[in-house]
């Protein structure tokens, strides 16, 4: 796969509607928030459809497939009724991933050995309806094997686990998952994967995952939804895409 000079950033919208769900009403919209970001910079707007519903609803994913200009990338589960709602909506892309009732937010990449058959059979329905297909996968060699295998032209790297560990000052463990990181990329770009990155990245995470070429497009939410109580959603999308573009030019 060609390795890009430039290195997209999409935005992640579900946390703002987080905070509307809160109160119950129609405020904060994020809608509002996806056109805002577009305004400041991101090349595209995630948002993740869940079964229970806990932040994006489907009213939202209507509106944004109406309203933005810029590409709207479906985060859903690979189940029967998120793939008849993707069909309906027809957005630019869709990321699977999995998904548990239990869980705050996404905790690791999809299960695709074991999935393989199920996920192989969705991603061709999608891809035929016309809807890119990324597979938000774990970093490792087998995971990119596998995901190559089952047929979708990107996959996502889970970063969590190297942010997780960054945060909590595991250096060892960090140096490892960033290993396992460069690792999976380079594989995906030999087998001719657009691949991208995100979870859990902040400023200083993103700066150093841009140095990384193989990479094409960030997405990145809560942290720069929790920045933008502080410093404004404007702000903070061009304090990541300055970072980001600081260490994409180390890449050079």
């Keep these: 796969m060609p390795q890009s ?14 905070l509307r769900n809160a109160r119950g009403g129609a405020f904060p919209d994020p809608v509002r928030a996806a056109l805002l970001a577009i305004e400041a910079g991101a090349d595209g707007i995630t948002a993740h459809l869940r079964e229970d519903r806990r932040h994006i609803r ?6 944004l497939r109406r309203e933005i ?6 985060e859903m589960a ?8 993707a069909l309906d909506t027809r957005p630019h892309a869709c990321c699977l991933v999995p998904e548990k009732r239990s869980e705050r937010t996404t905790e ?23 809807v890119r297909v990324s597979l938000f996968i774990e970093p490792t060699l087998e995971a990119v094997r596998a995901s190559r295998s089952i047929g ?3 996959i996502e790297l889970h970063t969590g686990a190297w942010c997780d560990s960054l945060t909590h000052h595991q250096s060892e463990r ?6 396992r990181i460069k690792a999976a990329a380079v594989l995906a770009s030999g087998q001719g994967l657009e691949c991208h990155a995100g979870h859990g990245l902040d400023f200083a995470t993103a700066k150093i995952v841009a140095g990384l070429p193989e990479i094409v497009e960030l997405n990145i939410g809560h942290f720069l939804i929790g920045e933008a109580v502080f410093i404004g959603l404007k ?3 061009a304090k990541m895409r300055a970072a980001m573009d600081e260490g994409r030019a180390k890449a050079k």
Excluded: C, Q, W
């Excluded at 200009?69 to 479906?74: D, E, T």
């Design 108 to 130: 690791g990449g999809l299960d695709v050995i074991g999935g393989h058959d199920h996920l192989r059979i969705i991603t061709a329905e999608l891809l035929k309806a016309g």
């Design 5 to 18: 000079s430039y290195l997209r950033l999409g935005v992640n919208v579900d946390h703002v509607a987080t």
């Design 78 to 85: 690979a189940t029967d009724d998120m793939v008849a709602i």
């Design 235 to 237: 702000a903070a999308i």
């Design 174 to 179: 960090a140096a490892r998952e960033l290993v």
């Design 152 to 154: 979708a032209p990107v």
């Design 69 to 74: 200009s810029k590409p709207l990338n479906f």
């Design 58 to 63: 489907d009213e939202d994913m209507a509106r």
